[in-house]
């Protein structure tokens, strides 16, 4: 299964009221405080579509770091954003959030389902033999769900040491809550109406965080740009044929020895951008 998204992901205008919106509506900023924070995405959710967001900006002095989630509550239906996503949110039902910290992310499956999965038959050996992800590969699988990882995994501002901190992102020796760090959410589905939901984190899939959730109403991603997250971005997911943008990005990152060498190509300022820092 790889959906295929026709949507530019944008935030809710319907959000907390410390949050600011850039004019694209793709970057969030807690302006005050270290609460009210919390943003939706701008339309439901398709079954296996990632909302993939960026650290921005770091806020020291606060203890706590971004939470991200899903919820069947439409933000149009709520009287007022709650302050927090964790109790405030989760507290009204039907909301679905996790904490993400500097470790401890991974869920641990019990060893017991694991067997029983292995034992279902046919449909078991199917599951088997699905693709293991490597950071080599060019898609994460996740259940039935197929992503493209090009976009997956946070990358540094170009530098003298950013080759070392590219690396460090991609086997995600990086806190997850480090600046650059890219975030994402999605819910593979599992059986009639039901799904799990999975967070991502620089390209590793962290493991079903809640399960069973029902998916009879639509679903929106929340982020909780919270305490010493300060300012997140959104990073838009290709699933189909590669924009000629991207391809042109493809073609010149694969003759580079790195990222810095792109400075030196006759190319307009713009391209050079966009290659440096997508």
């Not at 924070?37 to 002095?61: M, N, Q, T």
């Amino acid at each position: 299964m790889e959906p295929v998204s026709d949507q530019f992901m944008q935030f809710h205008p319907i959000h907390g009221t410390n949050v600011q919106l850039d004019h694209s509506g793709t970057q969030a900023t807690r302006v005050e405080s270290f609460a009210n924070g919390v943003c939706f995405s701008r339309y439901p959710l398709k079954p296996g579509e990632i909302f993939l967001i960026e650290i921005e900006e770091k806020e020291l002095g606060w203890c706590g770091h971004l939470r991200v989630g899903l919820t069947a509550r439409d933000p149009r239906s709520l009287e007022a954003v709650p302050e927090y996503s964790i109790p405030n949110l989760t507290d009204l039902g039907d909301s679905w959030i996790f904490a993400i910290t500097r470790n401890h992310n991974k869920i641990i499956e019990d060893a017991g389902e694991e067997d029983v999965a292995g034992d279902q038959g046919d449909e078991g050996a199917v599951n088997n033999m699905k693709p293991k992800a490597f950071f080599t590969d060019t898609h994460l699988y996740i259940e039935n769900v197929r992503i493209p990882r090009d976009k997956l995994v946070g990358r540094s501002r170009p530098g003298r040491y950013s080759h070392i901190l590219d690396d460090l992102y991609k086997t995600n020796a990086l806190p997850p809550t480090a600046r650059r760090s890219r975030i994402g959410v999605l819910y593979a589905p599992k059986g009639e109406g039901l799904a799990d939901m999975h967070i991502v984190i620089n390209g590793e899939d962290m493991g079903a965080s809640a399960k069973g959730i029902s998916t009879v109403r639509p679903i929106y991603a929340v982020v909780d740009v919270f305490a010493a997250t300060k300012c997140v971005r959104i990073v838009q997911v290709e699933y189909g044929f590669s924009s000629l943008q991207t391809l042109c990005r493809k073609a010149i990152q694969k003759h580079i020895v790195h990222r810095m060498a792109i400075d030196w190509l006759e190319l307009p300022e713009a391209l050079k951008h966009y290659c440096k820092y997508e």
